[in-house]
């Protein structure tokens, strides 16, 4: 199985370099690294993002400095954009830019029904890390004509704001989510040769 | 002597060859009527710039990305700031490899090919009506109050539209339920364009600095005869007033750079200083002529009903705005009726927004209720400024807001109606031909759906 020509312009973009060689999993090969290797980078980059603007912007000024609010109308209300949000634009964002890797937020119980997993790695995927807690899935899928590594991994509830949000809301098909629940996953593609 | 055979053959040559010149002269050359070549005629979007081939096949060999591409320049910003529902990246996921293959909506012209006038429906839209299904048709597993509406329904309903649905989505119309129809106005003043002018990058405040300036301060060169009406109605504009004087305008510069007098400035010349009042006109349908390089837009060429004394008008900034009188009034409701000709425009004047319009600009009622064409095609609407400044602009492009007609929604409508009585009355085909003569004849229960699911989940 080989990596397309992704690598470099994925890596340097990230600024992930220096986190390639300290994630571990994965074989290097001589010609560059796995696709286990660089998902497992790529979501080492996106969770700790994803984790600073919860913890650092949203949970601090929403829940305990209570100066602003966040909202999912945030252009409307005048408020902060909800962490998932800023996850999923920083991914269309990415897609804009015609990068050739993808990733997405999913969950079996998610706001947006178009987030529920679809395709049977991800059903699979999703209970999988919900089921073995520290564990990631990784699987092989063909979509459309292509074949891609999907990596899946947890993606918890780390702050009482994530906890609050999702239990409170009115198209939330789950209500009792607790601080440390898995509340979904995180899925990286990365098209390979079949 | 030549065989009857060869001088078929030289007959054939020479006419092949003449008809390949007549049709490359054509097709290469700038100025020539480039009809011939159409392969259909194009929808309402394009069909005044039809014959600028080039704006949207910008390669002789395209490709589909470059044809993309072409859309993209020209609606992209548009579609970021309705904060698109399908964005291009909804379909690059390859999770949605098999929508895709049904639908590829990552390509404009999947739904909105053009030459196509047989299959061609409102807003240029060409797939079949039921399209929303190919995605959507467990819909009502979500929202068991969908359950047996009809396939075409989603965008027809006045419900939901594929890219802007700013105006309609749940939240919003639960914000909004229970408006009365008709709300405290919300008056928008525009801002001083005096507070500006640091914005606009080609002001030309150092020749033309911010004073009062009187008749004896014109600036014409002693050779040209200007005529004392002119200089009159000049000295009554805001132009005068903000230290604009004849120059300003009607100098332009000649092959050496020399300020030469010109008697009839361009509108490249208004937009030095009413810099997004010029873009957003190019982008309009007024201006989009001119945007291509072809000549002004004329009525005689528009496909909506137009008076025939006004076929022959060239629209261009002076055409509503009246060189040297500048008349913002006129330009709002007169300007407009002097060139458009439908049911919509025709019943205008006996509709209760110009009957409020009247009191306000004739009886010079204080509380600022009028409604002009302008009110609502081109509206005043906030605009962001670096350094957090935000001003309130007139929007040039009357397209803006229209198509679908519930963009006009927030920008307008609820400046002074209820978001209910706004749906219903923009749903209302017979209500805006009568120009809102009335009330709306059906309601629409998107409110109602909305309201009555938020009950049901709270039971």
Partial sequence: ?194 | MLTNNKKIWIIWFISTAMIAMFFGYKIFSDNEDKTVFLPGSTSHGHYQIELACSACHTDSFADESDIQKACTNCHAEELKLVDDSHPKSKFTDPRNADRVAKLDARQCVTCHTEHKPEITGDMGVTVPEDVCVVCHKDIAEDRPSHKGMEFNTCASAGCHNFHDNNALYEDFLLKHAGEKDILDVQVKSNTDIHKRISFIRTYPINEYPLKKLTLSDKDSPESIKVDQNIIEQWSSTAHAKSGVNCTACHSEKDKNSEMTWSNKPSEKKCGSCHDIELKKFKESKHGMRIAQGLSPMQPELARLQMKSSAHRKSLTCNTCHRDHTFDVVRAAVDSCLQCHDDKHSQSFKDSPHFKLWYEEVVRGEKDKKGVSCASCHMPRIEKSFPGGNKHIIVQHNQNENLRPNEKMIRSVCMNCHGLEFSIDALADRDLIDSNFLGKPSEHIKSIDMAVERVKQNNK
Wanted: aromatic share 8%.
């Fill in chain 1, 1 to 194: 199985m080989k990596l397309k020509n992704v690598m470099s312009s994925v890596v340097i973009g990230l600024g992930a370099a220096s986190v390639l060689t300290a994630c571990g999993g994965g074989t290097e090969t001589k010609g560059g690294i796995s696709p286990q290797t660089m998902a497992d980078s790529l979501h080492m980059v996106m969770a700790s993002d994803r984790a600073v603007y919860t913890k650092l912007i949203v949970n601090r000024l929403v829940k305990d400095e209570k100066v602003i609010k966040a909202s999912e109308h945030w252009k409307d209300d005048k408020a902060l954009v909800l962490p998932a949000q800023m996850f999923r634009y920083g991914a269309e964002m990415v897609a804009e830019k015609g990068a050739n890797f993808n990733y997405s937020l999913l969950s079996e119980w998610p706001i947006n029904s178009q987030n529920s997993p679809k395709t049977e790695v991800e059903k699979t995927g999703l209970k999988f890390i919900a089921a073995n807690p520290g564990k990631n899935y990784y699987s092989e899928e063909k979509l459309g004509d292509k074949t891609y590594f999907t990596a899946i991994y947890a993606d918890t509830g780390i702050a009482p704001a994530c906890v609050s949000c999702h239990n409170d809301h009115k198209d939330s098909p789950r209500t009792d989510f607790k601080l440390g629940d898995v509340m979904g996953g995180v899925v990286i593609r990365i098209p390979v040769e079949s």
